[in-house]
């Protein structure tokens, strides 16, 4: 193929700066597939397997009572000492 | 192992939409790597019409009447054209050109088109019309690749620099201009529902939100999404349609809602397409989920479990880290994380949403020390109550431990009421800040931080 020249290429570069700022396109491998088949019974759902009891507790709740709240008494007491200082 | 032929004559006695569709299913099956090329050296360009005349009808037994025979007869002619282009890939790599397919494609998708408009081929044949729009896109992305690995400098001399951005995608957006004639053609149809291309109406509906999706126009989903609302009277419900239709159309929807940050529409949707695909379809499943954890963050404030990730590595990998700093209340951590998949997050569009997980994170960090706080004295027997007063101080020193403060960093006050008023304000905890008093004064009752038992 044809070489480009410099002055070509300078030229080029303005047209493709205000491209670069768009949001970046997804990957070929990012796009949602064909299905093999066209349909299939509830059963080979997710929502079909999920009755058997194999997906319960798919989303849990966002904090956490475990861990041990002793220690962080212990680590805030600590804090607000630093905090109470600098005040 | 069947041929083109055979599948064409099953399809029509049978009256199987999809079985008559694979007779126009450009790749070759693997159990007949040699189908396409039988089938193109089976004639020439001088008889091929007559040929197929033969082979089709002739030859099968088949009768249509006079008008739809001779449209299947041309489909197939034109088809046999492209055929010829793809075969050559094998055996003339040197002549081989994916913009030469895609011109033969598109010829024969326009007389596919025309075949239902005027020629009257029958609705149930209208898995032809998915398996044509669905290659016609395929073959153009090829054929943009092709133009583009060729070098833009031809495109330069002829066309200037402000053209250079458009002809990138040139073949896919011409595309678009037969998919969006497929579209109208099933949506347009009047005869009564059982025989209607109505049914063909998500299917080519996906292909174009893929197609705009690639070319970045996803506000031109809102044209479709219009002229299907103004349609759907007419429409059978979603659940009468094939689930394949129906699942990616709903993960299309969900996700152009999440792009607009409606997100409890969004999850709607995704959670239906999620619920309904098929449990053998990973890479779907999990971009269902990629956009649907986000989702389940903003309006449930739920996090995903490991068991639902599991199947899923790359998904656990991206989210854990941001989940665990979530429970933990670990401001600092939640931060670094963010920063970490800010690539991903960003490439995935995902990133503004998972963002608001950080108030959850400080909610939780702040309902620690109300944890902390312990009981009140109980008046007479009554059960005891948390301690409701808490000092701003104890929030500050709790910040310190969330964002991992050194020593020398020293928190602000003011700063802290901020983010005490705007938990407040977004719900996430009840009470008022006594300001004169340096007190914060939680909500009793089990609702200071609401939805999360205390």
């Keep these: 193929m044809s070489n480009p020249t410099p002055t070509q290429d300078t030229k080029a570069e303005p047209a493709q700066q205000p491209q670069q700022q768009k949001p970046p396109v997804l990957e070929e491998d990012d796009e949602f597939e064909d299905f093999p088949v066209e349909d299939w019974p509830q059963e080979e759902t997710e929502q079909g397997s999920a009755a058997n009891g194999t997906s319960a507790h798919l989303w849990e709740e966002s904090w956490d009572d475990d861990d041990a709240a002793e220690d962080f008494s212990k680590q805030l007491k600590e804090e607000l000492k630093k905090v109470e200082a600098s005040h | ?454």
């Excluded at chain 2, 596919?112 to 044949?125: D, E, H, K, M, P």
């Excluded at chain 2, 529902?193 to 126009?217: M, Q, V």
């Excluded at chain 2, 619920?275 to 989920?289: Q, S, Y």
């Excluded at chain 2, 948390?386 to 050194?406: K, M, Q, S, Y």
């Design chain 2, 1 to 454: 192992m069947s041929s083109i032929f055979d599948d064409f004559k099953e399809g029509q006695k049978i009256g199987s939409g999809p079985r008559l569709a694979s007779a126009l299913t450009p790749v070759a099956p693997a159990q007949y790597p040699d189908r396409l090329k039988s089938f193109y050296y089976f004639s020439n360009a001088v008889h091929v019409s007559a040929d197929l005349r033969y082979s089709l009808f002739q030859a099968n037994g088949l009768r249509l009447p006079k008008q739809e025979q001779g449209a299947w007869v041309d489909i197939f002619t034109s088809y046999w054209k492209a055929v010829g282009e793809l075969v050559r890939f094998d055996d003339a790599p040197s002549h081989a050109s994916w913009v030469k397919v895609f011109e033969a494609w598109k010829e024969m998708a326009n007389l596919l088109i025309r075949g239902y408009s005027s020629n009257g081929l029958q609705a149930w044949t209208v898995p032809c019309l998915y398996v044509v729009g669905r290659y016609l896109r395929i073959f153009a992305m090829k054929a943009d690749a092709e133009l583009s690995s060729q070098g833009s400098v031809a495109f330069d001399d002829r066309f200037q620099d402000d053209a250079t951005a458009d002809f990138r995608n040139a073949k896919l957006e011409e595309a678009t201009r037969v998919l969006n004639r497929m579209f109208t053609l099933c949506l347009s149809d009047r005869a009564p529902i059982e025989e209607s291309r109505k049914w063909g109406i998500y299917d080519t509906t996906n292909l174009l939100f893929k197609t705009y999706f690639r070319l970045n126009t996803v506000g031109l989903s809102k044209n479709l999404l219009r002229a299907l609302r103004a349609s759907s009277a007419d429409l059978p419900d979603a659940d009468a349609f094939p689930k394949s239709h129906i699942v990616t159309f709903e993960y299309y929807i969900g996700v152009i809602h999440f792009l607009e940050e409606n997100y409890a529409e969004a999850e709607e949707h995704l959670s239906y397409a999620w619920k309904m695909c098929h449990r053998n379809a990973t890479k779907n499943r999990e971009l269902i989920l990629a956009y649907l954890v986000p989702c389940h963050l903003v309006t449930t404030h739920t996090l995903p479990s490991k068991e639902l990730l599991a199947p899923f590595p790359r998904l656990e990998e991206l989210f854990r880290p941001l989940c665990d700093c979530i429970k933990k209340g670990d401001l600092g951590g939640f931060d670094a994380a963010m920063t970490a998949g800010e690539d991903e997050f960003v490439k995935r569009r995902i990133y503004l949403p998972l963002e608001r997980g950080r108030d959850i994170a400080l909610r939780n960090l702040f309902r620690k020390i109300f944890i902390a706080g312990g009981f009140d004295e109980s008046k007479d027997g009554q059960p005891p109550i948390r301690r409701t007063r808490v000092p701003v101080a104890e929030f500050a020193a709790a910040l310190r431990i969330g964002t991992h403060a050194d020593e020398r960093v020293r928190v602000d006050i003011d700063e802290v009421e901020c983010l005490l008023s705007n938990l407040i304000y977004k719900g996430l905890m009840k009470g008022y800040i006594a300001r004169e008093r340096g007190m914060v004064v939680l909500s009793k009752g089990g609702t200071a931080f609401p939805g999360t038992g205390v």
